[in-house]
């Protein structure tokens, strides 16, 4: 989830309380940890949103918020379906359902009298030449947004298998693979590990919040060139 929605949807979980809110329960429900709550929170505060409250008691929203309608040309209303039907080329299903509730949000939310989100009128084939693989991409993906820490059993070009800790930085979608881009520990250095040759995928109890920023930094430094594709 995009930072920008998970504090709207923080927003509107505070509208909807009659009590407070703890870190926690919006965690839970967002699934993230509570220190991307934290966060989130001060940087809602920090930019005027009238959010009280402080750890451990919980948050309350004071006053009214009006949220302005979203509001979108016809270019951008076929941007958007053509992209979240896009996502069904990741051959990443749970992904792919996600992408269709978005659009059926989007059409919800649309305001009267603008332009139609008409999903008929643009469509999108489901082709796509990624293999299968052996973990689901959810796990990498809650890992990547948790910046929590993962085992890899991993099969290599040549057949060997190696265990690997790693930190996942990135998920890299193109027409052919996916790649996971990640910290190895083994290594030392950064990796792309393809999702069709991880074998096994264990999320550990080790955090690199602290880290996690500095070393995304790092590896888009390092790869920028390696991967023109890379965007976001």
Not at 1 to 13: D, L, Y
Not at 103 to 111: E, F, G, S, T
Not at 169 to 191: K, S
Not at 197 to 208: A, H, Q, T
Request: proline letters at 5%; charged letters at 25%; hydrophobic letters at 45%.
């Amino acid at each position: 989830m995009a930072r920008t929605v998970r504090m709207f949807e923080i927003v509107q979980m505070l509208r909807a309380a009659r009590a407070p809110l703890t870190a926690q329960s919006m965690a839970t429900r967002l699934e993230v940890t509570r220190r991307t709550i934290y966060r989130d929170i001060a940087a809602l505060q920090a930019s005027g949103v009238p959010v009280e409250g402080e750890a451990g008691i919980g948050y309350l929203l004071r006053g009214a918020l009006d949220l302005p309608p979203m509001r979108f040309t016809a270019d951008e209303m076929e941007a958007i379906v053509v992209g979240l039907s896009l996502v069904g080329r990741t051959g990443d299903a749970l992904l792919a359902a996600a992408g269709e509730s978005a659009l059926a949000k989007i059409a919800d939310a649309a305001p009267p009298g603008g332009p139609c989100l008409d999903l008929g009128g643009t469509l999108v084939s489901g082709w796509h030449a990624i293999p299968p693989g052996a973990t689901e991409a959810r796990l990498l993906r809650r890992a990547i947004r948790d910046e929590r820490k993962v085992r890899l059993a991993y099969r290599d070009a040549e057949d060997r298998v190696t265990e690997r800790i790693v930190c996942p930085l990135a998920m890299l979608y193109y027409v052919d693979c996916l790649l996971l881009a990640a910290y190895c520990e083994l290594r030392g250095d950064f990796r792309h590990f393809r999702h069709d040759r991880i074998e096994r995928c264990e999320p550990l109890d080790m955090s690199f919040a602290a880290h996690g920023h500095a070393l995304r930094r790092r590896w888009r430094a390092q790869n920028r060139e390696k991967i023109p594709a890379m965007s976001g």
